[in-house]
């Protein structure tokens, strides 16, 4: 096995894998030799099935919601029908909004709740017990800096980020005696289509032009910058190597100096 085709022999399956970071860590788990399954709303529609493949490996891409029991099995078992296993799981669906705690609707917060926590608790419970019985498993949850971070206008998100970063940690202890490692990468913001769909949002708020709005987020940042999506991937990578082992109940921010 080659230093950069460490991951030969190994299944990656990734929820919000057709785009943004799991689109990132999905390619560059199969550019360490993975065979990969990507699962997401647009998957059936996402050329990132093909991006895969040309990487010399293969690859699975089906439609999933993560909010959805029977969904989430459907696209485990296609995957272990496909590979045989799900050797790495990395949890990147997710969604936000933006609502103060006053006059908060139920139902946008029982959605963010249902997408950003449940949906990573789904995913774990059916792959953990797989990763233990071989014991070797690699789960990178993605959280966020607002894990760790309070905004007025941001409650469910950061209740759900914080609560993953939570859910890591026990999952973590539970994954420990058998080689399966959990962890938790919490990025600021980071250039992806869903996190310049947000930054609109704030900006129209703020009644500011988004392209102002971005410049501000870029100069308030340490590093006069946004993350980008490979960062992420690239760190999830080498979170998946055996030197990686010791690494585990960790929530790892990505943020360039920022809090937010």
Same mark, same amino acid.
């Given at each position: ?48 099935? &093909? ?7 293969? =690859? ?5 919601? !993560?909010?959805?029991? &029977? ?14 296993? !799900? @050797?790495?799981?990395?949890?990147? =669906? ?11 609707? @139920?139902? !946008?917060?029982?959605?963010?709740? &249902? ?8 995913? +774990? ?16 949850? +993605? *959280? ?18 914080? =609560?993953?970063?939570?859910? %890591? ?7 420990? /005696? ?8 919490? /990025? ?14 704030? =900006?129209? %708020? ?20 946004? +993350?980008? /999506? ?20 960790? &929530?790892?921010?990505?943020? *360039?100096?920022?809090?937010?």
């Amino acid at each position: 096995m080659t230093q950069e085709k460490f991951l030969l022999g190994r299944v990656a399956m990734v929820t919000g894998g057709a785009s943004g970071i799991g689109r990132a860590m999905a390619l560059a788990f199969a550019q360490a030799g993975a065979d990969v399954a990507i699962g997401s709303r647009t998957a059936s529609t996402s050329p990132c099935k &093909n991006e895969i493949e040309a990487r010399g490996v293969r =690859a699975l891409a089906m439609n999933l919601d !993560v909010t959805s029991a &029977n969904s989430v099995l459907a696209f485990y078992e296609a995957v272990v029908k496909t590979f045989g296993k !799900v @050797d790495i799981l990395a949890n990147s =669906a997710g969604i936000g909004a933006e609502q103060s705690i006053c006059n908060h609707p @139920d139902e !946008v917060w029982d959605q963010l709740i &249902n997408v950003n926590l449940n949906g990573v608790y789904r995913t +774990i419970k059916l792959c953990l017990p797989g990763m233990i019985s071989r014991r070797w498993g690699r789960i990178i949850n +993605i *959280a966020s800096t607002a894990a760790e971070v309070g905004s007025p206008t941001n409650a469910a998100y950061c209740a759900s980020k914080a =609560a993953v970063v939570g859910l %890591t940690r026990c999952v973590a202890l539970e994954g420990a /005696p058998y080689g399966v490692t959990c962890n938790a990468i919490s /990025p600021g913001w980071v250039e992806t289509k869903l996190g310049k769909s947000w930054m609109t949002e704030i =900006a129209e %708020t703020s009644n500011l032009p988004f392209s102002e709005y971005i410049q501000q987020v870029k100069q308030a940042n340490p590093q006069k910058r946004m +993350i980008q /999506p490979e960062e992420i991937g690239s760190l999830a990578v080498f979170l998946c190597r055996d030197e990686a082992l010791g690494i585990t109940m960790q &929530n790892i921010t990505v943020s *360039a100096g920022s809090l937010w």
